[in-house]
């Protein structure tokens, strides 16, 4: 099986590689080619993973290639990571966003609409090229904003596309864990958008434990999501939201805390990752212990900026580890390709699942996978407040897709000016024509 990677230079493509070398199943994937616009950053990670690799047997074959076409030929799975500007793209979005005190994170507010515009028109294209060269090919799509871009692919592959995050899982699995149950065993009533979700409801062996936990201070203050929500939130809410929703409930705090850091999120990533592919052109680096710290750094300073603003303080051991969205990736083309049946929390069509939103609205929910791809679970209606909060991101990512589509930059203006994020027409107009200032693969806006 043909397992295709976009964006294969990009730093965290071991992990997939890492997840695929455990797999020994028949049908599994047994050559992966890596695709990317920047041959040097392919030939790095192509070393990482040649390390990893050594001493495994039939171990995936690994090709690399600058040609889209090249690559897509052939493919049973295309699994898109894509990063359009790359790091120093998601560093101008920060900067533009915070100079006019709006949030500039890569998917939500601001920079998510900025990163948005410059990559469905990307995206869009890729889509088109796999329904030419391979019909029949899944794409599992990763790329930022990840719901956003699947709805965009999906009006031309269809339900062909899935997207995939790993937050939802990762909150499920550390929930999971307070609660004495087996994170594999448990199941995570989770609905919204990408980026935009909250978990309702855990059932360990068919009881919802929940209630448990919001009852419990002590618990809710000893994970992540505790700590940086804060309990009596919780308890109001009577549901986790993921971590992306504290850019919404603690909106001005998340923005100072951006304002006075000495470095933005983007702009660390974008020194720290130069600085691995610059020691990684020296042919003595040792590229796996090379890349692994680099990746240590990474996960120890995820959402820092959050976490000060909330007093969370450093991130614990236990909850470093991510839902890993390389093993959803994994067992998303294993129910695929073997048709064994699993459920998944993915970015998929909506069809009839939440009655507030259109048929062809991805949203993120449970999903039960099979060889005929990923189908959404009935889920009860969301609460008002949630409601009117996904209706209202839901609406500025179709205002977003029309102005990729139309590039009308009077369009893009109002994508800014409606997301609930942004305060002010005037501040969405100046941020519109910010953007197209910094990055070039905004021209198409007029």
Avoid at 15 to 36: F, I, K, M, P, S
Avoid at 365 to 381: I, M, R, T
């Amino acid at each position: 099986m043909r397992l295709v990677i976009l964006g294969g230079g990009g730093f965290r493509v071991p992990l997939v590689y890492g997840a695929l070398l455990g797999d020994h199943a028949e049908g599994r994937v047994t050559e992966v080619v890596l695709h990317d616009l920047d041959a040097a950053r392919l030939g790095a990670i192509a070393r990482v993973l040649a390390e990893q690799a050594d001493g495994v047997p039939d171990a995936p074959s690994v090709t690399a290639t600058t040609d889209l076409d090249e690559a897509l030929r052939g493919a049973d799975f295309v699994f898109s990571a894509i990063r359009v500007g790359g790091l120093e793209g998601r560093a101008a979005d920060e900067r533009v966003a915070l100079a006019e005190d709006v949030l500039g994170q890569e998917t939500v507010g601001a920079g998510g609409i900025a990163y948005g515009l410059r990559t469905v028109p990307v995206a869009v294209d890729i889509a088109r090229r796999v329904r030419e060269l391979a019909p029949d090919a899944w794409v599992i799509n990763f790329t930022n904003p990840a719901g956003l871009v699947t709805e965009a692919m999906s009006r031309h592959i269809g339900d062909r596309v899935i997207g995939i995050c790993d937050s939802p899982v990762g909150l499920g699995r550390r929930v999971a864990r307070v609660l004495g149950g087996d994170p594999d065993d448990a199941f995570i009533d989770y609905v919204g958008l990408n980026h935009l979700g909250w978990l309702r409801g855990l059932r360990i062996a068919g009881r919802d434990e929940l209630p448990r936990l919001l009852a419990d201070p002590e618990l809710l203050g000893s994970f992540e999501e505790g700590r940086l929500f804060g309990a009596d939130w919780l308890r109001s809410l009577g549901a986790i939201p993921n971590e992306y929703l504290h850019y919404y409930y603690f909106n001005r705090e998340a923005v100072r805390a951006y304002q006075e850091a000495e470095q933005t999120r983007g702009a660390f990533l974008r020194d720290q990752q130069a600085g691995f592919y610059a020691e990684m052109a020296g042919a003595e680096a040792p590229a796996l212990k090379t890349w692994d710290d680099t990746r240590a750094e990474r996960e120890a300073t995820y959402m820092a900026e959050n976490r000060e603003a909330s007093g969370a303080g450093e991130r614990a051991a236990e909850d470093l580890e991510s839902g890993g969205y390389e093993k959803v990736a994994l067992a998303l083309m294993r129910a695929i390709a073997r048709d064994e049946r699993a459920t998944l929390i993915l970015n998929v069509r909506n069809g009839t699942t939440l009655s507030a939103l259109d048929a062809d609205a991805v949203i993120e929910v449970p999903c039960s996978v099979d060889a005929n791809g990923a189908h959404p679970l009935s889920v009860s209606p969301l609460p008002g407040h949630a409601t009117g909060l996904v209706c209202a991101v839901k609406a500025v990512e179709r205002e977003v897709l029309a102005a990729a589509d139309s590039g009308s930059l009077a369009t893009a203006v109002k994508a800014f000016a409606l997301h609930p994020l942004v305060d002010s027409v005037t501040v969405a107009r100046r941020l519109a024509e910010g953007y197209r200032g910094v990055h070039p693969g905004l021209a198409y806006l007029r």
